[in-house]
């Protein structure tokens, strides 16, 4: 079986003489969880966007098992499921209506639609809200509504973009128990966070990107090793230049105030 996500040499430059990639290559395996970390402008959503079609490359390859995502985006595009940073839903639909609208436009069946919405809107606690519009939802049940879209209709390619920015822990724990549970069952995620604990406890493979470029590549631990450091939060640090706010140096400083 072709990687599930095959990068090479993928470069994005805007009108304004940006330069968002500059040459990323990176290679997901199928069945991986897979987290790309970095700080805000650093290229994660611009890879994104170029991955599905939202944004078009410079230059490079993109390849979504085995299928051109520049060029034949449409058997690419149906393996995925993308749940955006953005709460991008249409706010005249209701809940049960999102679900079975993105069915539709991904070529399920209308039983199979109805199957899946029934099992989605349980799944996700939102069967009570199904005929509710969703502009009258809470941001919680927003964000667990754009979960449910993105694997409506079964992608093998999973994206979370920021999937639990702004939500109270309890859903965070409840999300991250739910895309735990899609992996094992074999789908292939791709994900982006600001919670390095999150990453931590997911992903089993994970990338920093920084200033458009792959820095570095590998477990929580190897990355740690790679900057010398105890955890996956203070080689973040480390990859940002702010080791300062390591809560190893912050301890280390109250130690010597104390003394």
């Known amino acids: 079986m072709p990687p599930a996500l095959e990068i090479t ?23 991986e969880f897979f987290g790309l970390l970095g700080p805000n402008g650093a290229g994660k959503s611009t890879l994104i966007h170029c991955t599905t079609g939202l944004a078009q490359p410079t230059g490079g390859e993109i390849a979504i098992f085995g299928h051109d995502a520049v060029h034949n985006y449409r058997d690419a595009r149906i393996a995925v499921g993308l749940a955006p940073q953005e709460l991008n839903l249409d706010w005249f639909l209701t809940a049960a209506e999102t679900l079975d609208y993105h069915g539709a436009y991904f070529g399920m069946p209308k039983r199979d639609r109805k199957e899946r919405v029934d099992e989605l809107l349980e799944t996700f606690s939102l069967t009570e809200k199904a005929g509710d519009r969703t502009r009258t939802l809470s941001g919680g049940m ?28 309890e859903l965070r724990l409840e999300l991250w ?11 292939t995620i791709l994900l982006t ?17 920084n200033h458009g ?14 900057y010398g450091v105890d955890s996956l939060e203070d080689a973040y640090l480390a990859l940002v230049g702010r080791e300062e706010l390591s809560r190893a ?8 105030g104390a003394a």
Request: charged letters at 25%.
């Open 193 to 209: 966070t600001h919670y390095l604990e999150e990453a931590e406890q997911l992903c089993n493979q994970i990338a920093f990107i």
């Open 213 to 226: 470029e792959i820095v570095a590549q590998g477990t929580s631990t190897e990355l740690s090793s790679r």
């Open 142 to 169: 927003k964000r667990r509504l754009i979960l449910a879209r993105a694997v409506m209709h079964r992608p093998k390619l999973l994206i979370l973009d920021e999937p639990t920015a702004g939500v109270d822990v």
């Open 9 to 31: 040499d993928l470069r994005k430059q805007y009108p304004t003489g940006t330069e968002a990639l500059k040459g990323v290559s990176l290679t997901i395996q199928p069945g």
């Open 249 to 256: 140096h912050i301890a280390e400083g109250e130690e010597e």
């Open 177 to 187: 128990h739910y895309v735990q549970k899609v992996n094992a069952e074999g789908t």
